[in-house]
């Protein structure tokens, strides 16, 4: 069925590495994808999107790898601060629709 | 307000008891939607509004669970007879364009004992 997934539960590293978050999708319609960080308490907070038609997209600190081959999509921070420390999700939306559909997340835990 | 604002943060309610959750999105948003996030997972979403009506309500688990936009800001998710599995954190986020633009709520933690 649809899903979408992570490969890797909880990442640790140390303040000033950098930090690679990865994600599997299985839905080949899905034309656009966002990574989110959520911080305890708080609501999902939009980090960087990438259309199917990309597949790296830079923003600050942040980089997101779409490779569509293999339907896998993965989050670069550079310097990871401890900041940084939240539960990252992707999410994607299919062609035609409007919801997101969330996968199950990975926590980052920055150590100093 | 300058964001998404969800009341009450916190509801605790009894099996079988009627809940509603409120969500008022920034102002100008046309799009509405709500999700639902179940401890150590992702969000699931429930419904879309595009202005005052529901255009995808797909993800709506079952009749018990209702939600309505009469005028196109503030929504109201509406939750009769609750369950035990209910007990989730319940999202709202609101955009005008797409996905990009969308802000979410700090969510409603509802438990059900």
């Known amino acids: 069925g649809e899903s979408v997934g992570l490969h890797l539960p909880t990442l640790s590293v140390q303040e000033g590495d950098n930090s690679i978050i990865n994600c599997a999708y299985s839905?080949?319609?899905?034309?656009?994808f966002i990574w989110y960080k959520q911080e305890s308490g708080k609501g999902p907070q939009f980090i960087i999107d990438?259309?199917?038609?990309?597949d790296k997209r830079q923003g600050q600190r942040v980089t997101v790898l779409l490779n569509k081959t293999v339907k896998h999509l993965s989050l670069q921070i550079a310097a990871t601060q401890p900041g940084d420390s939240a539960v990252y999700f992707c999410?994607?939306?299919?062609?035609?629709?409007?919801?997101?559909?969330f996968g199950s997340g990975t926590r980052l835990q920055v150590q100093p | 307000g300058a964001g998404v604002s969800q009341t009450p943060s916190n509801k605790v309610t009894e099996k079988g008891k009627y809940v509603e959750l409120r969500c008022d999105p920034i102002?100008?948003?046309?799009?509405l939607y709500w999700y639902r996030q179940s401890l150590g997972q992702g969000p699931e979403f429930l419904i879309y509004?595009?202005?005052?009506?529901?255009?995808?309500d797909s993800g709506l688990p079952n009749d018990r669970f209702f939600a309505v936009r009469p005028e196109g800001s503030v929504s109201t998710l509406k939750i009769q007879r609750t369950e035990r599995g209910d007990s989730a954190v319940y999202l709202c986020?609101?955009?005008?364009?797409?996905?990009?633009?969308?802000?979410f709520g700090q969510g409603t933690r509802l438990t059900v004992v």
């Open positions: 999410a994607e939306i299919h062609t035609g629709r409007r919801a997101l559909t």
């Open positions: 986020a609101s955009s005008l364009k797409g996905w990009s633009e969308a802000f």
């Open positions: 990438i259309r199917s038609n990309m």
């Open positions: 102002s100008g948003h046309t799009a």
């Open positions: 839905n080949s319609a899905s034309d656009y």
């Open positions: 509004f595009q202005g005052t009506g529901a255009a995808d």
